[in-house]
């Protein structure tokens, strides 16, 4: 179930986006403010709102660690601020002077980019705060982006209808015609999901349109395959044009906003209803889940934006915490840091670790005295079940280095079912078969033709393999 909490109508006209990090929500306006408000009871922080634009401002959004915010506006810049006291770090105006329609951060605060009417594309570099690298897209005004979770790469959407995929150093790379009216809206989700049948792993994106229709995609990132865009299928729902949809922050919920008024939500792995929400009385323009809480927010040209509260049987242990695989514990934003409190069962922790500002660095040098004397955490019990955490924590961060000979050369994962081909290298028996399914006709290893398709399972590798893995179970 889903319930309206509360509505913030401080805007003077249409809320045009909204954007939540750990502790706080930011919403703007075509009134050319950005306001930010607390999640502790929604009220507006000192310094809000934002003044600073001199037009409509068309998007906001927050830097992972929730530090820094970023907008952009129709004024042609797009602005950076320190999110703890409202200042502004910096003024970035787009080279071409055309509206900003779009800004991301990418998830390792790296690049700030932002998108223009004119199709102009921008990766500013975040510490430096100076232009890395510009390009364009074919045809149309940029008006939405995503980066896929690792930072690599990330996706445009045009009003011209496109999705194109880009890397890090603004080359295409993929190129879709998506929705016959325009793209409004792309969002991909921060969970990966496996392919079972090839051993690869994909992200799931949605993406939705002035045709009334939200999509869902996956993409595959893989050394050697490049980057492939596929359809997976379409979400039926809306009467008109669909003009924002976003991820839950696992990956399990999308939510969508429409001309027709409604917020509908999905539940990804079906595409079922789960809910509609109607109480907006104009076109909504923005949607977004909390990321650490069962929050929603939803924003209107009706100039309000409404908080919803939604059901959850585990608010926040959805989330595994994939940065455990991705980036070294001594290295995690207070963001990662929460993350994984909530996926032990320690959600009611959040809050407390935030406000003393525990990173991954913080969180390892944790002792019971710490604990007691510092965070202030009175129960016995608890301390010690935070500690048994943290300590299970240092184990997994003792390296386990998987031999490189146990590793497939396609999906660098560690074989289960090997086999040799022509070009004398072993490969996992899925992924090499695929890559041949795909027309491709020479090795992975040395791009020079195979002589031959034979696969010839390599048991001696595999019985290799097995007893290794034997070894570490001790």
Same mark, same amino acid.
């Not at 006209?13 to 750990?22: E, G, K, L, Q």
């Not at 009871?41 to 830097?63: M, Q, R, W």
């Not at 930072?151 to 445009?156: H, L």
């Not at 889940?289 to 927010?297: N, Q």
């Given at each position: 179930?889903?319930?309206?909490?509360?509505?913030l109508?401080? %805007?003077?006209?249409?809320?045009?986006?909204?954007?939540?990090?750990?502790?706080?929500?930011?919403?703007c306006?075509?009134?050319?403010?950005?306001?930010?408000?607390?999640?502790n009871?929604?009220?507006?922080?000192?310094?809000?709102?934002?003044?600073?634009?001199?037009?409509?401002?068309?998007?906001?959004?927050?830097?992972p660690?929730?530090?820094?915010?970023?907008?952009?506006?129709?004024?042609?810049?797009?602005?950076?601020?320190?999110?703890?006291?409202?200042?502004?770090?910096?003024?970035?105006?787009?080279?071409?002077?055309?509206?900003?329609?779009?800004?991301?951060?990418?998830?390792?605060?790296?690049?700030?980019?932002?998108?223009?009417?004119? !199709?102009s594309?921008?990766?500013?570099?975040?510490?430096?705060?100076?232009?890395?690298?510009?390009?364009?897209?074919?045809?149309?005004?940029?008006?939405?982006?995503?980066?896929s979770?690792? !930072?690599?790469?990330?996706?445009?959407?045009?009003?011209?209808?496109?999705?194109?995929?880009?890397?890090?150093k603004?080359?295409?790379?993929c190129?879709?015609?998506a929705?016959?009216?325009?793209?409004?809206?792309?969002?991909?989700?921060?969970?990966?999901?496996?392919?079972?049948? %090839?051993?690869?792993?994909?992200?799931?994106?949605?993406?939705?349109?002035?045709?009334?229709?939200?999509?869902?995609?996956?993409?595959?990132?893989?050394?050697?395959?490049?980057?492939?865009?596929?359809?997976?299928?379409?979400?039926? !729902?809306?009467?008109?044009?669909?003009?924002?949809?976003?991820?839950?922050?696992?990956?399990?919920?999308?939510?969508?906003g429409?001309?027709?008024?409604?917020?509908?939500?999905?539940?990804?792995?079906?595409?079922?209803?789960?809910?509609?929400l109607?109480? %907006?009385?104009?076109?909504?323009?923005?949607?977004?889940?909390?990321?650490?809480?069962?929050?929603?927010?939803?924003?209107?040209?009706?100039?309000?934006?409404?908080?919803? %509260?939604?059901?959850?049987?585990?608010?926040?242990?959805?989330?595994?915490?994939?940065?455990?695989?991705?980036?070294?514990?001594?290295?995690?934003?207070?963001?990662?840091?929460?993350?994984?409190?909530?996926?032990?069962?320690?959600?009611?922790?959040?809050?407390?670790?935030?406000?003393?500002?525990?990173?991954?660095?913080?969180?390892?040098?944790?002792?019971?005295?710490?604990?007691?004397?510092?965070?202030?955490?009175?129960?016995?019990?608890?301390?010690?079940?935070?500690?048994?955490?943290?300590?299970?924590?240092?184990?997994?961060?003792?390296?386990?280095?998987?031999?490189?000979?146990f590793?497939?050369?396609?999906?660098?994962?560690?074989?289960?079912?090997?086999?040799?081909?022509a070009?004398?290298?072993?490969?996992?028996?899925?992924?090499?078969?695929?890559?041949?399914?795909?027309?491709?006709?020479?090795?992975?290893?040395t791009?020079?033709?195979?002589?031959?398709?034979?696969?010839?399972?390599?048991?001696?590798?595999?019985?290799?393999?097995?007893?290794?893995?034997?070894?570490?179970?001790?």
């Open positions: 179930m889903a319930t309206l909490v509360h509505t109508a401080d %805007h003077s006209d249409d809320v045009n986006y909204c954007a939540f990090s750990s502790s706080c929500l930011a919403t306006s075509l009134d050319k403010t950005i306001r930010v408000y607390s999640l009871n929604f009220t507006e922080l000192p310094y809000s709102p934002l003044k600073g634009h001199t037009y409509a401002v068309h998007c906001c959004c927050f830097s660690s929730g530090r820094v915010l970023a907008s952009c506006s129709t004024d042609g810049t797009t602005m950076v601020w320190d999110a703890g006291d409202g200042q502004v770090l910096a003024v970035l105006a787009q080279p071409s002077g055309s509206p900003v329609r779009v800004c991301r951060f990418s998830p390792d605060s790296t690049y700030l980019v932002s998108g223009a009417a004119d !199709g594309l921008v990766l500013w570099n975040v510490r430096s705060l100076k232009l890395y690298r510009s390009g364009n897209v074919k045809d149309g005004s940029l008006v939405a982006c995503a980066f979770p690792d !930072g690599n790469f990330f996706v445009t959407g045009s009003s011209c209808g496109d999705l194109t995929i880009w890397d890090d603004m080359r295409c790379l190129n879709e015609k929705h016959d009216l325009g793209v409004t809206c792309c969002d991909i989700s921060s969970q990966p999901i496996s392919d079972g049948e %090839h051993g690869f792993t994909y992200f799931q994106m949605a993406s939705c349109g002035q045709d009334n229709q939200i999509k869902l995609w996956l993409i595959l990132f893989a050394d050697f395959l490049g980057v492939e865009l596929k359809y997976k299928c379409t979400l039926n !729902g809306h009467s008109a044009p669909v003009l924002a949809c976003a991820f839950s922050y696992d990956g399990q919920m999308l939510v969508s429409s001309v027709d008024k409604c917020v509908i939500i999905y539940e990804t792995t079906t595409g079922n209803t789960l809910h509609t109607s109480q %907006h009385t104009r076109y909504v323009t923005t949607c977004a889940f909390a990321p650490y809480s069962p929050l929603l927010a939803t924003g209107s040209m009706d100039k309000t934006v409404n908080i919803w %509260h939604f059901d959850l049987k585990q608010p926040c242990a959805a989330n595994t915490v994939e940065n455990e695989s991705k980036v070294a514990v001594e290295d995690w934003s207070e963001d990662d840091v929460s993350a994984w409190l909530c996926a032990q069962d320690l959600a009611d922790f959040v809050g407390l670790f935030k406000r003393n500002n525990i990173d991954g660095k913080e969180l390892l040098n944790l002792t019971k005295e710490s604990l007691a004397n510092e965070l202030k955490i009175e129960s016995l019990g608890l301390r010690s079940k935070v500690l048994q955490k943290i300590e299970e924590l240092r184990m997994k961060m003792i390296p386990v280095t998987v031999p490189d000979e590793l497939c050369p396609i999906t660098r994962e560690l074989m289960k079912d090997p086999v040799i081909a070009d004398g290298y072993s490969y996992e028996n899925d992924a090499i078969e695929n890559w041949i399914s795909n027309k491709r006709r020479s090795s992975p290893m791009n020079l033709p195979l002589p031959s398709l034979v696969l010839t399972p390599n048991r001696t590798l595999k019985m290799a393999i097995s007893r290794w893995l034997e070894t570490q179970q001790k």
